[in-house]
């Protein structure tokens, strides 16, 4: 099972918006919308940020947001803030059953 | 709220075996599937293992099929993960998780180094 595809880096300014994409097959992403992000800061766990392509869990700011068109997912932060600097990771459930994450997008706020 | 405690790792050789532990608790720990999803050092994640909320049925990622055993005690509310003919590239911070399809409560982590 390969890696889905993120972009490696995105950086933005303070208050902008920015999206972190994350592209699977027809076998993955595709196909089910069991598609989560997770935000990992240096030297924690991952955190739910998003669950089934575009549900917030309790307490997670409104400023995350999710969707999904064919095999690609998105993940957009607006109203950037210092605190979101962390690492992004997708996850898809896929067809063998299996679960399958993105290789990781460093965000840089600038 | 949910809460997991991993346990188990350390330093152990190539070749060797190991027992990780998850201690659950805050949730019904019998009625959700689990998972097991690893991180090298200065690396992504990885998922490594699932497991049924009965234990009835697993599910194994191809790198450590055959090699890796996923169990679970509904009794004591734990989940396992026993490691055996161990790599170099096992070495990672090995974290359980609740659910299996989309993790949520994860656990700190513990860290197995596979090293002579």
């Known amino acids: 099972q390969s890696a889905l595809t993120q972009p490696a880096s995105v950086s933005g300014s303070p208050g902008q918006s920015i999206t972190i994409s994350c592209t699977g097959t027809?076998?993955?992403?595709?196909?089910?919308?069991?598609v989560s992000w997770y935000q990992q800061h240096p030297g924690k766990a991952p955190k739910l940020m998003i669950h089934?392509?575009?549900n917030r869990p309790s307490g997670v700011s409104n400023r995350f947001s999710g969707s999904k068109s064919g095999n690609t997912a998105s993940l957009t932060i607006s109203g950037l803030q210092a605190e979101d600097e962390a690492d992004y990771y997708c996850?898809?459930?896929?067809?063998?059953?299996?679960?399958?994450f993105g290789g990781g997008t460093k965000l840089t706020v600038l | 709220e949910g809460q997991l405690l991993e346990s188990g790792g350390g330093l152990v050789q190539p070749g060797g075996s190991l027992r990780l532990s998850c201690a659950a608790s805050g949730f019904t720990f019998s009625s959700y599937t689990m998972t097991w999803v690893r991180q090298a050092p200065g690396k992504g994640l990885e998922w490594v293992s699932g497991?049924?909320?009965?234990?009835?049925?697993?599910y194994y990622a191809d790198s450590v099929k055959g090699r890796f055993t996923i169990s679970r005690d509904n009794s004591k509310n734990t989940l396992y993960l026993e490691m055996n003919s161990l790599r170099a590239e096992d070495t990672a911070l090995y974290y359980c998780?609740?659910?299996?399809?989309?993790?949520?409560?994860w656990g700190q982590g513990t860290l197995v180094t596979v090293s002579s």
């Open positions: 497991i049924s909320s009965s234990g009835a049925t697993t």
């Open positions: 027809s076998s993955d992403v595709g196909s089910y919308n069991y």
């Open positions: 089934d392509v575009s």
């Open positions: 996850s898809s459930y896929t067809s063998s059953n299996t679960l399958v």
């Open positions: 998780a609740k659910d299996r399809k989309s993790p949520d409560y």
